[in-house]
């Protein structure tokens, strides 16, 4: 069974076809780094993670491009009042954001690219739109893209959503207008500058000014993509008008078809309500790590809710987390001690016991890397993910208690666990001190190792990671690491 998604500019679940499979190009708009990304924006990275894993658990060569909006309105109202310069201010928030990408397990991007590393390309971009003749330089110095001459051109404007025209043009003799544009609609490509922005300013055909924020994501996702790329991701708050106007910049541009499907997370309220400062329910996952919890467990929770429902975060919800994959690790650290103990009673290995087994009972079910796959195909259906996973949990526990499982079974167990974490990227508890026979077993390595024997050190090799135990060479000798 394929990949089906929910593509917006459908408005239907499709089989997912990439332009040149294997490969799949896909942007997922970024942080806008003037702060601590919050719970809200977090659910949503931690969706275009699923999405990739899910991508690459299918066999996709993903190339995944997240940009990083380092100048903006937000950004440059914090410079001045911050009276810091835009790179030491947005660093500091980007090293942060990065940093929290990481406490979630998300894979880091393959390409993170940033607004004012691309000015060029921007200027280059609009260029291209006023040549087309569907941008227009104002009485202010700013650029701005002129729907109306757009869909002269005979493209569509509101591929995302339906739009009301006559409502947008009502507007027009609104003094909404501070940039004299010339309808309410069109939107700015460069923004001339104004005595607030200080010294943040790029020279530019038009004189000096800066990159409004939706041309950086056409300016950049068509660079490293290609003027047509398979997916394009993020929160439902961007579909209009972000992903409309990035939609309308890049077709307005190349002619060509942008992106064939446009995933969009939904909303997350904080204990049933939207989150604001003011009602105390506004979190970071700084603030969430301050409470004790941990990453793993915030991407778990974060993880619980389809990515089209709207998800009512909570601390209890989150304490439910705990308990969760406190079942899961009780678990594998069972199987774990399954495989590491072949003499021990637990585990006989001989085929006719676990044939025995298998004919009597419905046993471990062994088909849980496609029951996983399979609900995962079904539009990234999570909740069914996780059923097939705390199903095969309560399965592999009985199979546990009663003695009935064999090595072999607990290591193909251990196996499929290892590909379905692949997806939910929970991975271990965070790291133990080894015990004993673990350092024993890496000291017995690397003897093995000085005395040439490198089957016996990947014979141990192999057992250390059976019992849970990775090894990593470093300059500074052999490390142990829990898986
Ligand atoms: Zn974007």
């Given at each position: 069974?394929?990949?089906k998604?929910?593509?917006?500019?459908s408005?239907?679940?499709?089989?997912?076809?990439?332009l040149?499979?294997?490969k799949?190009?896909?942007?997922?708009?970024?942080?806008?780094?003037?702060?601590?990304?919050?719970?809200?924006?977090?659910?949503t990275?931690v969706?275009?993670?699923?999405v990739?894993?899910?991508?690459?658990?299918?066999g996709?060569?993903?190339?995944?491009?997240?940009n990083?909006?380092?100048?903006?309105?937000?950004?440059?109202?914090?410079?001045r009042e911050?009276?810091?310069?835009l790179?030491?201010?947005?660093g500091?928030?980007?090293a942060?954001f990065?940093?929290?990408l990481?406490?979630l397990?998300?894979l880091l991007?393959?390409q993170?690219p940033?607004a004012?590393?691309?000015?060029a390309?921007i200027?280059?971009?609009i260029?291209?739109?006023i040549a087309?003749?569907i941008?227009?330089?104002?009485?202010?110095?700013s650029?701005?893209?002129?729907?109306?001459?757009?869909?002269?051109c005979?493209?569509t404007?509101?591929?995302?959503l339906?739009l009301?025209f006559?409502?947008m043009?009502?507007?027009?003799?609104?003094?909404?207008?501070e940039y004299?544009?010339?309808s309410?609609?069109?939107?700015?490509?460069?923004?001339a500058r104004?005595?607030?922005d200080?010294?943040?300013?790029w020279p530019?055909?038009?004189?000096?000014?800066?990159?409004?924020?939706?041309i950086e994501?056409s300016?950049m996702s068509?660079?490293?993509?290609?003027?047509s790329f398979?997916?394009?991701?993020?929160?439902?708050?961007?579909?209009?008008?972000?992903?409309?106007d990035?939609?309308a910049?890049?077709?307005?541009?190349?002619?060509?078809?942008?992106?064939?499907?446009?995933?969009?997370?939904?909303?997350?309220l904080?204990e049933?309500?939207?989150?604001?400062?003011?009602l105390?329910n506004?979190?970071?996952?700084?603030?969430?790590l301050a409470?004790?919890?941990t990453?793993?467990?915030?991407?778990y929770?974060l993880l619980?809710?389809h990515?089209?429902e709207t998800?009512n975060?909570?601390l209890e919800?989150?304490?439910g987390a705990?308990?969760?994959?406190?079942?899961?690790d009780?678990?594998?650290g069972?199987?774990?001690?399954?495989v590491?103990a072949?003499?021990s009673d637990?585990?006989g290995?001989?085929?006719?016991?676990?044939?025995?087994?298998a004919?009597s009972?419905i046993?471990?079910?062994?088909?849980?890397?496609?029951?996983?796959a399979?609900?995962l195909d079904?539009?990234?259906?999570i909740?069914?993910a996780?059923?097939?996973?705390?199903e095969?949990?309560?399965?592999?526990?009985?199979r546990l208690a009663?003695?009935?499982?064999?090595?072999?079974?607990?290591?193909?167990?251990?196996?499929?666990?290892?590909?379905i974490?692949s997806v939910?990227?929970i991975g271990a508890?965070?790291?133990?001190d080894?015990?004993?026979e673990?350092?024993a077993?890496l000291e017995?390595r690397?003897?093995?190792r000085?005395?040439?024997?490198?089957?016996?050190?990947?014979?141990?090799?192999?057992?250390?990671k059976a019992?849970?135990?990775?090894i990593?060479?470093?300059?500074?000798g052999?490390?142990?690491k829990?898986i």
């Amino acid at each position: 069974m394929g990949l089906k998604l929910f593509n917006t500019l459908s408005r239907s679940i499709q089989e997912f076809a990439p332009l040149a499979p294997p490969k799949v190009g896909m942007y997922c708009c970024g942080p806008t780094v003037y702060d601590f990304a919050h719970i809200g924006n977090w659910r949503t990275f931690v969706f275009g993670d699923l999405v990739r894993r899910t991508l690459e658990f299918k066999g996709y060569a993903v190339t995944q491009v997240m940009n990083v909006t380092d100048v903006e309105d937000k950004i440059i109202k914090r410079v001045r009042e911050t009276k810091t310069s835009l790179s030491e201010f947005t660093g500091k928030y980007e090293a942060a954001f990065f940093e929290d990408l990481k406490t979630l397990n998300c894979l880091l991007p393959h390409q993170t690219p940033h607004a004012t590393e691309h000015i060029a390309e921007i200027i280059a971009l609009i260029e291209k739109l006023i040549a087309r003749g569907i941008a227009y330089q104002a009485a202010d110095g700013s650029v701005y893209f002129s729907i109306e001459k757009y869909r002269g051109c005979g493209c569509t404007y509101g591929q995302l959503l339906k739009l009301n025209f006559d409502e947008m043009r009502a507007g027009e003799r609104v003094k909404s207008d501070e940039y004299a544009k010339e309808s309410v609609a069109d939107f700015a490509l460069w923004k001339a500058r104004v005595p607030e922005d200080g010294d943040v300013c790029w020279p530019s055909p038009w004189g000096e000014g800066r990159p409004g924020w939706h041309i950086e994501c056409s300016a950049m996702s068509t660079k490293i993509l290609g003027p047509s790329f398979d997916l394009h991701l993020g929160g439902e708050d961007l579909i209009f008008p972000h992903h409309e106007d990035e939609i309308a910049q890049s077709e307005g541009a190349t002619g060509k078809h942008f992106v064939k499907y446009w995933l969009h997370g939904a909303h997350l309220l904080v204990e049933g309500k939207k989150m604001s400062k003011s009602l105390g329910n506004f979190f970071t996952l700084r603030d969430l790590l301050a409470k004790g919890f941990t990453g793993r467990e915030i991407r778990y929770s974060l993880l619980t809710a389809h990515y089209r429902e709207t998800f009512n975060f909570t601390l209890e919800g989150l304490s439910g987390a705990r308990t969760a994959l406190a079942r899961i690790d009780e678990c594998l650290g069972k199987l774990r001690e399954a495989v590491g103990a072949p003499n021990s009673d637990s585990a006989g290995t001989d085929v006719s016991s676990s044939q025995q087994h298998a004919d009597s009972e419905i046993g471990v079910p062994n088909d849980l890397v496609a029951r996983f796959a399979a609900a995962l195909d079904d539009d990234l259906n999570i909740s069914a993910a996780w059923g097939t996973v705390f199903e095969w949990v309560r399965e592999t526990n009985r199979r546990l208690a009663e003695n009935s499982l064999s090595t072999a079974e607990a290591t193909v167990a251990l196996t499929e666990w290892d590909k379905i974490d692949s997806v939910l990227g929970i991975g271990a508890p965070p790291a133990a001190d080894a015990p004993a026979e673990v350092v024993a077993l890496l000291e017995a390595r690397q003897a093995a190792r000085k005395a040439k024997d490198f089957k016996r050190a990947d014979a141990i090799r192999d057992k250390l990671k059976a019992k849970g135990w990775v090894i990593e060479d470093t300059p500074k000798g052999p490390k142990l690491k829990k898986i």
